[in-house]
């Protein structure tokens, strides 16, 4: 049995527990703010500025399960974007696109409607003149700033980005800077005492399923 901890991560929180800005610079939100639990580490990573379901536990195997490219692991996101983005943008990026590090694996995605999501503070930026749409984007890579560069690159840059399902989890019934504690059978394979890597990685409405568009 294993320890996982499905935290929702709020807009602008670092997805570490100390924050490395030089002296003299304003301090910024830290997992220590929001999560009071010694010995876990987040199996992934969240930019600071993307918000959403952050997987964190003690054990070294289960972390790798999680986070490893090779395994494949689909990850959710719904995606605002500037623009009401067009059928073949969504098939550019259910292809596959080219990017500076190479090109992406297929994905799954498709436009849906405006989820029901918690206020973002502060809020996504808004002009009169564009119209904004949402994505539904499922990928199973972990390229640094992937999901913004993937919008980008079919020509709809990203306002918003929510993660809301990784593998089997997802953040249905946890509010913003909130976690939850579940416990994980292993398989026998993946028993070991291997602890997670300390790399780098040192209130609202509820978000409910989309309906299809």
Not at 166 to 189: C, F, V
Not at 202 to 209: E, G, L, M
């Amino acid at each position: 049995m294993a320890d996982l901890i499905l935290f929702n991560k709020p807009f602008q929180v670092l997805c570490q527990f100390t924050d490395e800005q030089p002296a003299g610079q304003k301090p910024r939100a830290t997992l220590a703010d929001w999560i009071r639990i010694p010995g876990i580490y987040p199996a992934g990573r969240l930019d600071y500025d993307s918000e959403g379901l952050l997987l964190l536990t003690s054990d070294g195997a289960l972390q790798h399960r999680i986070a490893s490219p090779s395994l494949k692991m689909p990850k959710t996101y719904w995606v605002q974007v500037e623009g009401d983005i067009s059928a073949s943008a969504i098939r550019e990026l259910s292809a596959g696109v080219t990017l500076k590090d190479g090109r992406t694996r297929p994905a799954q995605a498709r436009k849906i409607a405006e989820p029901e999501l918690w206020p973002r503070v502060p809020p996504v930026r808004r002009r009169d003149t564009v119209p904004t749409s949402w994505l539904e984007l499922v990928i199973t890579e972990g390229r640094n700033r992937q999901v913004r560069r993937m919008t980008a690159a079919v020509g709809f840059p990203t306002l918003r980005l929510v993660r809301y399902r990784i593998g089997d989890w997802s953040l249905e019934g946890l509010g913003p800077g909130k976690h939850r504690k579940i416990s994980i059978n292993l398989p026998a394979t993946m028993q070991t005492d291997k602890r997670p890597s300390r790399a780098r990685h040192a209130k609202a409405k509820v978000p409910r399923r989309t309906r299809r568009s």
